[in-house]
């Protein structure tokens, strides 16, 4: 029996889903986290598991866009076996075409991820050492959370989608626009 490609992905979809969920319970067990800008190295702690479980966001959207390659392949070899299309479905024309919704909202979710986590944890860094930790923190998992069901609304007719990428860049705006103000007091 032949080794099914799509469960490589799956199974690291699964491993930083996991290491996405250690990064929350060890944040939420963190002893109180500074309301002011950090002082010392130490004061960032809360910080790095926001930073992490963005990592391990970040990863989950890309294995998915894998996994979601691999799986439509598999379908549309399916039904190429079935007689049911002519042509021989091609990895390239499934990975990188526009006519599979589901590769399609894989791809937008891991790009759109990828062009706004820079942003992000700049935000996210400059807003913890100049104005609070606490503050950065909290607006870090609103953001990921808001991040997290993109490949739903997605896939919803618009304007759905703004429902995860306004909060987000809210986010992202509110922490970059309140350090600038507090930089130029």
């Known amino acids: 029996m032949a080794f099914n490609i799509k469960y490589l992905p799956l199974s690291l979809i699964a491993t930083m889903a996991a290491s996405f969920v250690f990064c929350m319970h060890v944040a939420m067990n963190h002893p109180e986290t500074t309301p002011g800008p950090a002082q010392s190295l130490n004061d960032y702690t809360p910080v790095i598991y926001v930073v992490a479980a963005s990592m391990c966001m970040y990863y989950v959207f890309l294995f998915y866009q894998s996994y979601t390659t691999f799986d439509e392949l598999q379908k549309a070899r399916k039904t190429f076996r079935d007689k049911k299309t002519k042509e021989a479905p091609d990895i390239k024309q499934i990975k990188y075409g526009v006519e599979n919704s589901n590769v399609v909202a894989a791809n937008r979710t891991a790009g759109n991820y990828t062009e706004q986590l820079v942003p ?32 739903v609304v ?15 860049y809210y986010c992202v705006w509110f922490m970059m626009g309140a350090t600038l103000v507090t930089i130029s007091k």
Do not use: D, H, M, N
């Open 154 to 168: 997605f896939k919803l007719p618009f304007p759905c989608l703004l429902i995860s990428t306004v909060p987000a």
């Open 120 to 151: 992000f944890l700049l935000s996210l860094v400059l807003y913890s050492t100049c104005v609070s930790v606490q503050g950065a923190v909290k607006w870090g998992w609103v953001w990921l959370f808001f991040r997290s069901f993109y490949t």
